[in-house]
């Protein structure tokens, strides 16, 4: 019998990959997952010996899912690789979506399937800047292709007027460079200009940047520029403050208490 | 210089402990944390010779802090331990908030300070269940210890309004029997009682349960009888299902397609 794991390796760094993981990669005779993803999977854990890396583009998450699952059936043992937690904005959910999508329940039936978390983006790029998740918070994508532009309004005003903590992924891309801006003032609506704001991008690999500013910096005409799709942006909530930590370094954390009714 | 490390060992397994959290514990002069967390520290990773464990009760969160920058203001190497990730719901931010009130800067101020995330218990419940964090979610606490209720129940009416899954923490104590009755009531102006609802328990751990029901299910009078302080609550959207997987397993997941707008 087959068997099916999908993972998540972390931000990239072999200090955030769960021995779990290592354990899986190391020892699967198939990696499945998008070309980036196995490169940086390279890097932690060697192939086992005759191990067969199938590398997709990007935007093919189901033909991936599908071609994962056949070789499963087939008696291998496959690794879908993704980087962060595989079932947040990942190749977890997608490979369910294909087993309920298809017709014939034989054709996977036999598969063992596992999901194995992993450090998320937005977890690393919290606990560079402080602790900004300390308390009640949302994770959003931005994006707009598998959901209505409407509806990513509609939530983002909803949690910034229930004073969540924020954390943006897929915040711009090449064919959505205005949505962040259109986000941003929602948001503003409900948040001062003076709310802490973390960026970070590559958090845990070598070009590593994280960056703490603020929503009314976040707003302005090039505000937004050095944000792209590898990079996770949490806005803070009325309680999210910046402090002087040791060295002069500036920490960015959410208090724990609240004062009483939220800014709405 | 003393360090002061924040860490979170994840749920409570070896295989979910990131190697970072492993060294930091291997290595630090000083373990600082509630009673039970440092057991359960010690089954993951040896203390160093001669290392120090500080047992604290679980609700001395703020001197638990001081007493670590303390020792670390000293010259001593800490680690301060928490199960989970220490940036959600837990110690990074309560060491962060002591560092803030402290009007002397100059008591803590050559500690060098990091913060090391590990995998949530909303992760792990999550994994197990399939994929029900595969889309827009949040992540809240039930706790009105620190913030009044009736921003509970605002915050729950407009996430739920909102059509994001609910991970709910800290969801039901002796103290507070009831308001997880509350919770699911107000969950279910906005949700069908079919919505899949994940209930973890102490996952990762040998005494690990986790079962998927429905929102009508819970909302029965003894509907949330099992549920504790160590469980963790998924409600999903309106977009998560439940299927029937291999080997008749059922599994949740949240689809990555939205169809539209969502029910409000």
Chains 1, 2 share one sequence.
Request: charge should be negative; proline fraction near 7%; hydrophobic fraction near 40%.
């Amino acid at each position: 019998m087959g068997h099916l794991a999908v993972i998540g390796f972390g931000p990239g760094s072999v200090e955030w990959c769960t021995p779990e993981v290592v354990e899986i990669l190391g020892s699967a005779t198939d990696w499945v997952g998008y070309d980036t993803y196995l490169d940086m999977a390279q890097t932690l854990v060697a192939p086992a010996p005759g191990a067969v890396l199938h590398r997709t583009d990007n935007r093919q998450e189901g033909e991936r899912a599908r071609a994962a699952l056949d070789l499963a059936a087939g008696g291998r043992s496959v690794a879908v690789v993704s980087s962060g937690d595989p079932g947040v904005f990942a190749m977890a959910a997608a490979v369910l979506e294909e087993i309920e999508r298809e017709p014939d329940p034989a054709r996977w039936g036999e598969v063992e399937i596992t999901v194995h978390p992993g450090i998320s983006a937005a977890q690393a790029a919290a606990a560079r800047a402080g602790a900004p998740l300390g308390h009640d918070f949302c994770v959003l994508s931005l994006s707009d292709n598998l959901k209505p532009w409407d509806l990513v309004e509609r939530r983002l005003d909803a949690v910034a007027a229930a004073d969540l903590v924020i954390a943006l992924y897929n915040p711009r891309s090449r064919h959505r460079p205005d949505q962040i801006g259109k986000a941003v003032a929602i948001i503003g609506r409900h948040r001062g200009g003076a709310t802490p704001v973390v960026l970070g991008r590559d958090v845990g690999r070598p070009d590593e940047q994280v960056r703490i500013t603020t929503l009314a910096q976040l707003a302005e005409p090039d505000g937004w520029a050095e944000v792209d799709m590898r990079t996770v942006i949490i806005v803070g909530s009325s309680q999210t403050r910046t402090i002087d930590g040791p060295g002069g370094r500036t920490l960015a954390y959410t208090s724990r208490h609240h004062p009483g009714s939220a800014p709405g």
